[in-house]
């Protein structure tokens, strides 16, 4: 299987803020459906960076349980509470560091609120790899 990760003319290129606008998969492949990771925590601290990046490491840790890696997602939905440029900043630099050069595309969407109170942020992930 091979994944082209696409910016056609016309199109904004959006690999600086840590996304691309599309990949294309050929091949047989299979499909992960990775439901969304949060990073509250009982022991704290439950700031947005660090509930951003433990909700990351526990993606990490999906995607590893069925023998995948970063560079295997190729879309990202990301849901974050009283979205700002500051925590935009935050989420930029997360994805490219994530995921390096095999960049996913991305949707973020600002939300009130998620599922429980003290949760600020959730990832969910489609990957693809051969079967």
Same mark, same amino acid.
């Given at each position: 299987?091979?994944?082209? #990760?696409? $910016?056609?003319?016309?199109?904004?290129?959006? @690999?600086?803020?840590?996304?691309?606008? @599309?990949?294309? $998969?050929?091949?047989?492949?299979?499909?992960? %459906?990775? @439901?969304?990771?949060?990073?509250?925590?009982?022991?704290?601290?439950?700031?947005?960076? @660090?509930? %951003?990046? #433990?909700? *990351?490491?526990?993606?990490?840790?999906?995607? +590893?349980?069925?023998?995948? +890696?970063?560079?295997?997602?190729? #879309?990202?939905?990301?849901?974050?509470?009283?979205?700002?440029?500051? &925590?935009?900043?935050?989420? $930029?630099? &997360? #994805? &490219?560091?994530?995921?390096?050069?095999?960049?996913?595309?991305?949707?973020?969407?600002?939300? =009130? $609120?998620?599922?429980? =109170?003290?949760?600020? *942020?959730?990832?969910?992930?489609? +990957?693809? &790899?051969? +079967?």
């Amino acid at each position: 299987m091979t994944l082209t #990760r696409l $910016c056609p003319e016309g199109v904004a290129d959006s @690999s600086p803020f840590g996304y691309i606008p @599309s990949i294309r $998969c050929d091949g047989p492949n299979r499909l992960w %459906m990775i @439901s969304g990771q949060i990073g509250t925590s009982p022991e704290g601290p439950n700031d947005f960076e @660090s509930q %951003m990046h #433990r909700a *990351f490491d526990r993606l990490e840790a999906v995607l +590893a349980s069925e023998g995948l +890696a970063p560079s295997d997602v190729v #879309r990202i939905t990301l849901l974050v509470v009283d979205h700002d440029t500051d &925590k935009l900043g935050l989420i $930029c630099a &997360k #994805r &490219k560091s994530f995921f390096g050069s095999s960049l996913p595309t991305s949707t973020l969407i600002p939300v =009130p $609120c998620l599922a429980l =109170p003290d949760m600020v *942020f959730e990832v969910d992930a489609i +990957a693809v &790899k051969e +079967a």
